[in-house]
């Protein structure tokens, strides 16, 4: 596996964990290191990291605020 591979997935702790879990990734990685995008687009959407989820999230918090407030009236 190339070092900048390597590098790439030591410094980013959820997708290092992602593939410890899912460790078919490695040969496929191995042998063609530019499928490390189609690893981390699959980790994001596992551990719903997409910006999709970050607004869902948002909007739950928001929702949540909001109908605490209508309580307190």
């Not at 959820?14 to 191995?30: D, P, R, V």
């Not at 490390?36 to 719903?48: A, F, N, V």
Request: hydrophobic share 35%; charged share 35%.
């Amino acid at each position: 596996m190339r070092i900048d591979t390597i590098y790439k997935l030591r410094t980013n702790p959820a997708l290092y964990h992602y593939l410890k879990y899912h460790s078919y990734w490695y040969k496929s990685i191995n042998r063609n290191p530019d499928l490390i995008k189609d690893l981390e687009q699959e980790m994001k959407r596992e551990y719903k990291l997409t910006t999709e989820d970050k607004i869902k999230k948002l909007n739950d918090k928001i929702n949540l605020v909001a109908s605490f407030l209508e309580v307190l009236k």
